[in-house]
């Protein structure tokens, strides 16, 4: 599993995202402990139906089921580099800095096999533990977008609390896998998004949001790392260019709103102007997550991240679609993190 986190690692820091087949992502939850009984019950959608309707705090958002289980990661020793095997490199006697010596030191030098670190696989040694406490999130307005040309209206950005999430997903073993997964892929120094994260500290707080939306709609939203999870999916239309496509742009794509049914096409009879910027080139990655525990992972510092909406296959039936999306971060440097300890509640830092 090493390997694999060290490649996921890697396309992160060079693309920005990576794409983990479900099969893939399904192998490493139970290679750090998730219990397949805890996984099927995700997939059937028996611990989304108890996130409970209309439980957004945002009316215009009813039709979203939504709740936050924040894991916090302690760092707690120093950071382990995984080493590459010996045979792998070749290390000469020589010190000189002349290139022509180099190579006749080479020559006759006395070489001798040593490890070199393998970049991504930065390992921490941290311990996972709950804030048990409602999870606060603060987006700017100028990465996320609320209204203009929205088809559902609510302040993304700015402080916002969210809802707990089920018994039944908290006292899961699915939370604590997911974060460890999340720990290997972390950034090694994270953003301090214009000074409101504490890069300092040694928690990272990794929230895990379950999510079912009922009908469509546009979401984008801004973080560190984050991801998004495909659990199931109940009377969504399948058909080509019917919706539903997470999209990777580049940061040079402008943050809005825009009106398409098909990727490479603008709506003609659109009443929303067209973005100053807006190109297709700037997409990166264009795909329905179809499979259960399909997941997209992206640094939402180096890109930005799109989910279409979708449509139902039967209109006369209900549909939705059941998701975990993680947002990883460092604290607030405000304070406003919280976490309770022996009973009252203190500031992460």
Same mark, same amino acid.
């Given at each position: 599993?090493?390997?694999?986190?060290?490649?996921?690692?890697?396309? /992160?820091?060079?693309?920005?995202? %990576?794409?983990?087949?479900?099969?893939?992502?399904?192998? /490493? /939850?139970?290679?750090?402990?998730?219990?397949?009984?805890?996984?099927?019950?995700?997939?059937?959608?028996?611990?989304?139906?108890?996130?409970? %309707?209309?439980?957004?705090?945002?009316?215009?958002?009813?039709?979203?089921?939504?709740?936050?289980?924040?894991?916090?990661?302690?760092?707690?020793?120093?950071?382990?580099?995984?080493?590459?095997?010996?045979?792998?490199?070749?290390?000469?006697?020589?010190?000189?800095?002349?290139?022509?010596?180099?190579?006749?030191?080479?020559?006759?030098?006395?070489?001798?096999?040593?490890?070199?670190?393998?970049?991504? /696989? %930065?390992?921490?040694?941290?311990?996972?533990?709950?804030?048990?406490?409602?999870?606060?999130?603060?987006?700017?307005?100028?990465?996320?977008?609320?209204?203009?040309?929205?088809?559902?209206?609510?302040?993304?950005?700015?402080?916002?609390?969210?809802?707990?999430?089920?018994?039944?997903?908290?006292?899961?073993?699915?939370?604590?896998?997911?974060?460890?997964?999340?720990?290997?892929?972390?950034?090694?120094?994270?953003?301090?998004?214009?000074?409101?994260? $504490?890069?300092?500290?040694?928690?990272?707080?990794?929230?895990?949001?379950?999510?079912?939306?009922?009908?469509?709609?546009?979401?984008?939203?801004?973080?560190?790392?984050?991801?998004?999870?495909?659990?199931?999916?109940?009377?969504?239309?399948?058909?080509?260019?019917?919706?539903?496509?997470?999209?990777?742009?580049?940061?040079?794509?402008?943050?809005?709103?825009?009106?398409?049914?098909?990727?490479?096409?603008?709506?003609?009879?659109?009443?929303?102007?067209?973005?100053?910027?807006?190109?297709?080139?700037?997409?990166?990655?264009?795909?329905?997550?179809?499979?259960?525990?399909?997941?997209?992972?992206? $640094?939402?510092?180096?890109?930005?991240?799109?989910?279409?909406?979708?449509?139902?296959?039967?209109?006369?039936?209900?549909?939705?679609?059941?998701?975990?999306?993680?947002?990883?971060?460092?604290?607030?440097? $405000?304070?406003?993190?919280?976490?309770?300890?022996?009973?009252?509640?203190?500031?992460?830092?």
């Amino acid at each position: 599993m090493d390997i694999i986190l060290a490649e996921f690692k890697s396309d /992160l820091e060079d693309k920005g995202f %990576v794409h983990i087949p479900g099969h893939q992502y399904y192998a /490493l /939850l139970l290679h750090f402990g998730a219990l397949p009984r805890d996984l099927r019950k995700l997939e059937d959608g028996r611990i989304h139906k108890h996130v409970g %309707v209309g439980q957004d705090r945002e009316e215009t958002m009813s039709f979203r089921q939504v709740a936050f289980h924040r894991v916090l990661l302690t760092e707690t020793g120093e950071m382990k580099l995984k080493m590459k095997p010996a045979e792998s490199v070749i290390e000469t006697d020589s010190d000189s800095s002349d290139d022509e010596d180099d190579d006749e030191e080479k020559k006759g030098g006395d070489e001798k096999a040593v490890p070199l670190p393998v970049r991504g /696989l %930065v390992r921490r040694k941290s311990e996972v533990s709950l804030s048990e406490c409602e999870s606060v999130t603060s987006l700017s307005d100028t990465e996320i977008c609320s209204d203009a040309g929205a088809k559902v209206y609510f302040e993304r950005s700015g402080l916002r609390r969210w809802n707990m999430p089920p018994f039944e997903y908290a006292n899961s073993s699915v939370p604590d896998a997911i974060a460890r997964i999340l720990d290997h892929l972390q950034p090694d120094m994270h953003d301090d998004q214009g000074g409101t994260i $504490n890069t300092g500290s040694k928690i990272t707080i990794d929230d895990q949001i379950l999510i079912r939306v009922n009908k469509y709609v546009d979401e984008q939203d801004a973080t560190e790392i984050s991801s998004v999870t495909l659990l199931g999916r109940e009377n969504v239309a399948r058909a080509r260019d019917r919706g539903c496509e997470s999209r990777i742009w580049k940061l040079d794509q402008p943050t809005g709103n825009y009106d398409s049914h098909a990727f490479g096409q603008l709506e003609s009879e659109s009443d929303l102007p067209v973005l100053d910027g807006f190109s297709w080139d700037n997409c990166l990655f264009n795909k329905v997550l179809e499979s259960p525990w399909e997941t997209i992972l992206f $640094n939402d510092r180096m890109v930005k991240h799109e989910v279409r909406g979708f449509f139902s296959e039967d209109e006369s039936k209900a549909s939705y679609r059941d998701v975990i999306v993680n947002f990883l971060r460092k604290p607030l440097s $405000n304070g406003m993190d919280e976490r309770m300890v022996n009973g009252k509640m203190e500031s992460i830092v």
